[in-house]
């Protein structure tokens, strides 16, 4: 198994990525992929350890999984993971992939990730309709 391939399979997002539309573009898709929502556990978010929420994609093809490697950069690496699906539907469990952040936590922000912010400050959907 090469450990540095493109890797298949369910991918858990809890950033930027959880956005449907921005997961669209970023994959050259035709529509908007249907997403789970979903938890992991045993990951730092900004240093604190705790149950991560977000959202999941199933990524059929390794150009897919290319794609989201070149846009999460070098600062990211792709771990595997337990991811705890919240909907309810079948199944309720399932092994993936989460991008880990592997650069300098000073180059983090302080500030707490909100997609509706970050949507707007990119203009990515109007500044009065709500995320």
């Not at 994959?27 to 938890?39: D, F, M, V, Y």
């Not at 604190?48 to 989201?68: C, F, I, N, W």
């Not at 949507?119 to 995320?131: G, I, P, W, Y």
Request: proline letters at 5%; glycine letters at 8%; aromatic letters at 12%.
């Amino acid at each position: 198994m090469d450990l540095f391939a493109a890797h298949t399979g369910p991918y858990f997002f809890y950033g930027t990525l959880s956005d449907p539309t921005m997961l669209r573009d970023v994959l050259g898709l035709e529509s908007e992929p249907q997403l789970r929502p979903a938890t992991i556990t045993g990951y730092e978010c900004k240093g604190a350890k705790k149950v991560v929420y977000g959202d999941v994609y199933h990524v059929e093809t390794k150009g897919q999984a290319e794609r989201l490697a070149s846009y999460e950069t070098d600062h990211y690496r792709v771990d595997p993971c337990r991811i705890n699906y919240t909907d309810g539907d079948e199944p309720e469990d399932d092994f993936g992939y989460v991008f880990k952040f592997v650069s300098n936590v000073r180059d983090l922000s302080d500030s707490t990730f909100d997609l509706g912010t970050w949507l707007k400050r990119v203009k990515r959907v109007a500044e009065d309709s709500s995320c």
